[in-house]
């Protein structure tokens, strides 16, 4: 059972993974999905890739946590053979894309793009010891074969999109193979549940990787699944993985985590597990999205989302949801009420990072509705005080002892716990991810309240 930190956005201090990790092995987890993208702390030509806040060479002893598995992806965005948004937005690695405008894909016709990515699994590899796995990503290839040298080479008699996408995958796998022989590749499978059985055992791919069959949704087609994963044990795959989500996957900018949808997630791969050919199931990977590309928002942050993937990975291993299993739940996370089928609103928490949730909900719940229940329905404000009166800085002295008193009360409270949640946050998270938060989800609407009530002042 892995847990995916999602280090693309808002990567988590080292300190607060200390506290976390131990949580997460109490709860059932017996390792981590690494997705390192800009967080790792490359070196030499590649030190440009590194974001200022990536861990230092020391933080590694924390992300491989004792008693945890480690699985490094040394990628992050998912479109492309390579994923490799983080390494194509630099100028001094624009030539090495697929399609010369885009940084999604990497070119896999030039010997350089492919030295690019051993050049990095080296790096990772050199910071685990006793790696069993290796996920090299490969899911939505969206611009594979629309590039100028794809393009000519799919002219040629035979080649076909699939070829183009197996011969690239195999080229990655063989690479890690040939330098690794003990580690196993992992990709995700969506790139070949379409492909034809014969495509796929002629191709070699079988005795090289390991497939991760992905779906998030409450409702996966759990018979479907069963005939894929019996598709992939015809083809000669002797392994396959899950991943399941238990956060960032119902909304590109979600901030609040609706456990019940991953929780039934979880239940529904259960099903598929207990129809699972032999003993073809390796494991899981319990996916935590923090964006979903590497230019999008950030979604739910991970404090915030700690319930539900206390509840996920107890339900993983308790084989399903009981109430035995919700006062596990409540026990280790110092929890009194624990509800998966609402956005939680009331429940204190004592984990890492409970203060986090408790504030980050009354935000999102709270914030935007009382400001817009001032500016737009109170009566006062549209008919004394409209855009009109206030470019001209003019209102009736009466009329501004019927707002002006709301208002600042108003923005008096929410900066009070905006300031409690900056504090919590710092303890958490670097700056560049508290500025982008706030400045997504709080400073439209602070900053139309404080605009109204200087407004008021200069009037």
């Not at 019940?260 to 050919?277: D, I, K, T, Y």
Request: net charge negative; hydrophobic share 40%; glycine share 6%.
């Amino acid at each position: 059972r892995l847990v995916h930190l999602d280090l693309k956005g808002a990567a988590p201090r080292a300190q607060y993974l200390e506290q976390v990790l131990p949580l997460l092995r109490a709860l059932g987890a017996t390792g981590l999905l690494l997705e390192y993208e800009d967080t790792f702390p490359y070196t030499g030509p590649l030190e440009l890739l590194r974001a200022p806040h990536a861990y230092s060479l020391g933080d590694r002893r924390t992300l491989l946590s004792p008693g945890m598995v480690a699985v490094p992806w040394y990628g992050g965005c998912p479109q492309a053979p390579f994923p490799l948004q983080f390494v194509l937005k630099h100028r001094e690695f624009a030539h090495l894309r697929e399609v010369k405008e885009l940084p999604n894909a990497l070119n896999p016709h030039k010997e350089e793009s492919l030295a690019l990515v051993k050049a990095m699994i080296d790096q990772v590899m050199a910071l685990h010891e006793d790696l069993q796995w290796f996920h090299i990503g490969c899911d939505e290839v969206y611009y594979l074969g629309e590039g100028e040298e794809s393009k000519q080479w799919l002219q040629q008699q035979d080649n076909t999109p699939e070829k183009l996408c197996l011969s690239h995958i195999k080229a990655v796998a063989t690479c890690l193979a040939s330098s690794y022989p003990t580690v196993t590749p992992i990709v995700w499978d969506d790139m070949l549940r379409g492909m034809s059985e014969e495509t796929l055992a002629e191709s070699g791919l079988p005795q090289l990787v390991q497939p991760m069959i992905w779906d998030y949704a409450a409702d996966i087609d759990v018979e479907a699944k069963v005939q894929l994963l019996e598709k992939y044990h015809r083809c000669g795959f002797p392994k396959v993985w899950f991943a399941s989500a238990f956060k960032g996957a119902t909304g590109v900018n979600q901030s609040l985590t609706l456990i019940g949808h991953h929780l039934r997630n979880q239940l529904e791969w259960l099903q598929v597990a207990s129809r699972s050919p032999g003993d073809a199931l390796e494991g899981i990977a319990l996916t935590g999205w923090q964006r979903y590309d590497h230019f999008s928002v950030l979604c739910e942050l991970l404090p915030v989302a700690i319930p539900s993937l206390a509840v996920c990975l107890q339900t993983l291993q308790n084989g399903g949801y009981s109430e035995k299993v919700k006062e596990n739940v409540e026990n280790l996370l110092g929890m009194s009420n624990l509800e998966v089928d609402t956005f939680m609103s009331t429940s204190l928490g004592t984990f890492p990072g409970s203060n986090i949730l408790t504030l980050v909900t009354e935000v999102s719940f709270y914030l935007k509705s009382s400001v817009d229940e001032l500016l737009e329905r109170n009566r006062y404000v549209t008919g004394w005080f409209s855009p009109y009166h206030r470019k001209r800085k003019m209102i009736h002295p009466i009329i501004i002892h019927h707002f002006q008193p709301d208002a600042v009360s108003l923005l008096s409270k929410w900066n009070a716990v905006l300031q409690d949640l900056q504090a919590a946050m710092e303890q958490v998270f670097h700056r560049c991810a508290i500025e982008e938060w706030m400045e997504e989800n709080v400073h439209p609407s602070l900053q139309k309240l404080q605009q109204v009530v200087d407004d008021l002042d200069e009037a």
